[in-house]
């Protein structure tokens, strides 16, 4: 075939490991990666949906792609591409999409890959998608993305996932087990556990989060787990509790919250409520004194008054947590949510974002300041800006030092230091690399 393919990837970190996988179906088959403004005879776009504006985005990547070569064959998966098929085959220079039961079929549809005047749509239903595809990414970071579960069967009102990903499902944790070995044999000392709703893994097997998290602690090699993202109500006493003792689970929980009002929890159709969530972080608290704590929390949502929001605001203002991931609600076809009346007004959506991730702001740096003098290990990054490396340490806190290339990919023990106006904390090393 020895054809050139470059891919680009929007969305979550379970994008990011099915396209690596994809990627590395379609170098097995005889086609070579390039990057992306090399100007591929093949270009695959990797959409989302979640965020607002996927179409837009998707336009410009196309455009862009065509810029490098406008003779390239422009394929589009994704959750965008199982939602809107017909709008995505509307963008001029598309050549074929792939719903979710395609998309790891991909090479299938690349023997040809000549320009077509009309673009071919394979997308079946969601409800026939049962089928679990393994996926992890390698090469492109110091650390690997994971996925251990796919789809949702909460069907929250504001979510058009489960009409994307279809039902839940996941792999087995001897599956799971096997992969993380060949991740640890490529050399990578971090495993990020994606997934849609990671906690619900192995609803089809009989198996458990927990289990799967006892299991990845025996394999040799694999320095760091670190866990996505877990949903309160899955996240149990006996979690965090293995995770407190664990030797290999960072310190750092990603808790998606949504609202701080009840009443809003209630009308998003969450599995929870605010009770619940204060006793995750107080559990985490007390066992993990330094964990980082994000959230995800959603800003005008139908029906969310000034004072609901200001519950909200209020809650999380007293909660000890570390940052926010702040998300302005958009409307989605056929979600519940879409339906409902009482919409909030666009500004006063912007607004309500602007105060929580001034909340958010505030909350990273009173966390990182907790820990400034202190000795955390830390997973330096291949990237850099020729003169300053960064990095992670295993509560999550962002951290730099002066660009040395024999230390990427390594684990160090570092003290930090000093936390500058982008938030990043310098630091100076304390030991020697863990071998």
């Not at 220079?93 to 991909?106: P, Y």
């Not at 209020?314 to 947590?321: K, P």
Request: glycine fraction near 6%.
């Amino acid at each position: 075939m020895n054809k050139s393919v470059s891919f680009y990837t929007l969305g979550c970190k379970l994008n990011f490991s099915e396209t690596s996988t994809i990627g590395r179906q379609l170098v097995d088959a005889g086609m070579h990666k390039v990057e992306f403004n090399e100007g591929a005879d093949i270009y695959v776009i990797n959409t989302c949906s979640v965020t607002d504006h996927a179409d837009k985005k998707c336009k410009k990547i196309v455009r862009e792609a065509l810029r490098h070569n406008p003779n390239a064959y422009i394929a589009i998966i994704g959750c965008y591409a199982q939602l809107k098929p017909q709008e995505i085959a509307n963008i001029p220079g598309v050549d074929v999409v792939l719903g979710a039961a395609e998309k790891f079929n991909l090479s299938n549809y690349l023997n040809q890959t000549h320009k077509k005047e009309v673009t071919e749509i394979r997308d079946g239903k969601i409800k026939d998608v049962l089928e679990y595809h393994a996926s992890y990414s390698i090469g492109d970071r110091t650390r690997s993305f994971l996925k251990v579960q796919d789809g949702c069967d909460y069907f929250c009102a504001f979510c058009t996932i489960p009409l994307a990903r279809g039902k839940s499902r996941s792999d087995s944790i001897e599956n799971v087990v096997k992969q993380a070995k060949d991740i640890v044999e490529s050399g990578i000392k971090e495993i990020v556990l994606t997934g849609v709703n990671t906690g619900d893994f192995g609803i089809q097997t009989g198996e458990t989060f927990y289990e799967l998290l006892q299991a990845l602690e025996t394999v040799d090699g694999l320095q760091r787990i670190r866990i996505s993202s877990i949903e309160p109500n899955l996240l149990t006493d006996e979690i965090i509790e293995f995770a407190a003792q664990s030797k290999k689970i960072v310190p750092h929980f990603h808790i998606p919250l949504q609202s701080g009002s009840d009443k809003i929890l209630t009308l998003m159709r969450r599995k929870y409520l605010t009770q619940l969530y204060t006793s995750r972080v107080e559990k985490i608290k007390s066992l993990i004194p330094h964990c980082a704590i994000g959230v995800d929390v959603i800003v005008g949502f139908p029906g969310e008054t000034q004072e609901d929001f200001l519950e909200t605001y209020n809650y999380l203002n007293q909660l000890d947590i570390s940052y926010l991931h702040v998300f302005t609600y958009s409307e989605r076809v056929n979600t519940t949510a879409n339906k409902m009346p009482d919409k909030v007004k666009q500004g006063d959506r912007f607004e309500r974002n602007k105060m929580l991730s001034i909340l958010s702001e505030k909350k990273r740096r009173y966390f990182y300041e907790q820990h400034l003098h202190k000795t955390y290990q830390v997973l330096w990054e291949a990237e850099s800006d020729g003169n300053t490396m960064f990095g992670f340490t295993n509560n999550y806190i962002r951290v730099k030092t002066n660009y040395d290339p024999i230390l990427v990919n390594e684990i160090m023990d570092i003290t930090l230091c000093d936390i500058d106006d982008e938030m990043i904390v310098s630091t100076k090393i304390a030991a020697m690399a863990i071998q």
